[in-house]
């Protein structure tokens, strides 16, 4: 008499697998599922003690008074209502404004410039313009002390080069950095050397990725280059535009090294930025408090004015 024989064809007499095997393999799928969590626990513990408590923890101190090792006192918005009459927050306040200002209508439209002229028949050669993109990134990626230094040097009253350039011409010297008047100035000239190369390479390559059949049909329609610039390249142009805006914005009000290495926000806090003011009540005053409240209160003018950025790109790309 022949064996019963099942569907898959094998003998009746099936194998099965130990309880302790099959309750292994249901451990063992235990153990996949939590896997990835376990890859990325190191991740988010890193995260929350060196940047969500820090943050969390500031914006609690804002509402307290804690002065050098004093224990904190919680006092609600006092610190935020002396900030609006602060008279340094306040000149603070305008000197980063007015470097946010040069960033964007000055800064923006001449690193929009030089792009164009990297990519159009200025620089004919393909291998000049692999140069020049090298050679614009570079000030970028150099260190704010080797600037400041050589920025020093050039921007020097006795031997600086601007003021040997301005006796060979026959033109008078300027104090730059010890002037209320131009020490402001120095600082958006070096803010533009220094910015200007790699806002440049944005501006590069939103170019490169308008179609050249756009322009081609704009020409066979009789437009020249301005008419083509403004209502074919320029529209197109609006998503790096404001991209290169915002973080020209959120920079000038982070901006810290030049203009503490440069004037130290003399002369008579001619070139006080809000972050030097922090770094001064916070680590000179010892006011932690306050210092918290002058660090949230940069964090919500670089929002608000992002978002008003936001509205009107929306508004103008109906």
Do not use: C
């Not at 309880?19 to 249901?26: E, F, M, S, V």
């Not at 235990?30 to 513990?45: G, I, M, V």
């Not at 020093?152 to 010297?173: H, M, T, V, Y």
């Amino acid at each position: 008499m022949q064996p019963r024989v099942d569907e898959a064809g094998q003998g009746g007499d099936r194998k099965t697998a130990p309880d302790g095997a099959t309750g292994k393999r249901r451990w063992g799928g235990r153990r996949s599922t939590a896997a990835p969590y376990l890859f990325l626990l190191p991740f988010f513990a890193i995260y929350s003690a060196f940047l969500l408590y820090p943050t969390f923890s500031a914006l609690w101190l804002s509402f307290q008074e804690a002065v050098a090792l004093d224990t904190p006192a919680f006092i609600g918005l006092d610190n935020y209502v002396r900030l609006v009459q602060d008279e340094r927050y306040l000149h603070a306040l305008r000197n980063t404004t007015v470097y946010a200002l040069a960033s964007v209508f000055i800064l923006s439209p001449l690193a929009l410039a030089v792009a164009l002229a990297v990519r159009s028949f200025l620089v004919p050669s393909a291998n000049l313009k692999s140069f020049y993109r090298i050679s614009l990134f570079l000030p970028f990626i150099t260190s704010f002390v080797v600037i400041a230094l050589m920025f020093g040097l050039i921007f020097n009253k006795d031997f600086g080069l601007l003021n040997s350039f301005f006796r060979s011409i026959g033109l008078p010297e300027l104090n730059w950095l010890r002037s209320e008047r131009l020490a402001m100035l120095s600082i958006v000239l070096v803010g533009i050397w220094t910015y200007l190369g790699v806002n440049s390479l944005y501006f590069l390559a939103g170019l490169q990725n308008i179609p050249h059949e756009l322009n081609e049909a704009a020409a066979i329609d009789g437009a020249n280059r301005r008419k083509t610039f403004l209502y074919v390249t320029l529209p197109l142009l609006r998503p790096t535009i404001l991209f290169v805006v915002v973080q020209a914005t959120i920079f000038s009000y982070q901006l810290f090294e030049i203009p503490f290495l440069l004037t130290n926000g003399g002369p008579s806090d001619a070139t006080l930025f809000l972050s030097q003011y922090l770094y001064e009540v916070g680590f000179s005053q010892f006011d932690r408090g306050y210092a918290a409240a002058i660090g949230y209160s940069m964090a919500l003018i670089s929002i608000v004015l992002t978002i008003a950025q936001l509205l009107l790109y929306r508004r103008y790309t109906r």
